[in-house]
């Protein structure tokens, strides 16, 4: 096996078990979990997944739907679906992670993904969405949340800005080879 062969394999098998152990904590953390009433705003259900893959792709326009499969698996609680009367109109999906600080550890959570259905955009659903989940996350001792947008996506950072998230740094290659993200964080506690 070739020096490259051993490296991609090697990252495929780091980038496996971050994510293992990036799922374990939310599994743990939202064991928990408390609900409050939302209006319009709901957890995931498996019938609705055709539908948020479908919202996925207009908003990204990427089809890839393994994210998504496995966060409606193992986080359902902080997968946020809102509705227009019976219809999905968009989602978002955070996990949590902890944060060692000197008052010990803090739990942040980090959106995922958030898209909107592009024949509801402009009309605050998703400025709702994250009202509504934002709530949530504070009853649960929550203290803040993270997000990476693309330099160049100004709808999002317009929408993060309007809910209070600060720009904290830029960021290379993250949000894809070459491009730019803005990490944001909206501190709630
Ligand atoms: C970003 C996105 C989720 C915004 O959802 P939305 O429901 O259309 O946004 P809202 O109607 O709640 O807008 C709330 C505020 O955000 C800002 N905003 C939203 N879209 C905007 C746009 N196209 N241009 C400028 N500002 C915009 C405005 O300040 C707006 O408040 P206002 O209408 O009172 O001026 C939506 O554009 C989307 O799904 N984009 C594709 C996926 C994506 O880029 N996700 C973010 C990845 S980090």
């Not at 409606?72 to 600080?101: A, E, N, T």
């Not at 509504?132 to 001792?141: A, T």
């Not at 600060?166 to 894809?176: F, H, L, M, N, Q």
Request: aromatic share 12%.
């Amino acid at each position: 096996m070739g020096l490259t062969k051993i490296q991609v394999t090697l990252n495929i098998y780091v980038t496996s078990f971050e994510r293992w152990i990036q799922d374990t904590i939310t599994t743990l953390y939202t064991i928990k979990w408390r609900q409050v009433e939302k209006e319009n705003v709901v957890s995931i259900e498996d019938s609705m997944l055709p539908e948020i893959i479908r919202i996925q792709s207009e908003g990204f326009g990427t089809k890839s739907r393994n994210g998504v499969k496995r966060y409606s698996k193992r986080m359902k609680k902080i997968f946020y679906v809102i509705k227009s009367y019976d219809q999905v109109v968009g989602y978002c999906i955070y996990y949590l992670k902890p944060i060692l600080s000197l008052n010990g550890f803090k739990k942040k959570s980090v959106i995922y993904s958030i898209s909107i259905d592009m024949n509801f955009r402009r009309k605050h659903y998703g400025e709702k969405l994250l009202k509504e989940s934002i709530k949530e996350m504070r009853l649960n001792g929550i203290s803040s949340i993270i997000l990476y947008v693309n330099t160049e996506n100004l709808p999002a950072i317009r929408l993060y800005e309007k809910m209070g998230f600060r720009k904290i740094k830029e960021i290379k290659d993250i949000c894809g080879p070459k491009e730019t993200c803005y990490e944001m964080e909206l501190r709630i506690l």
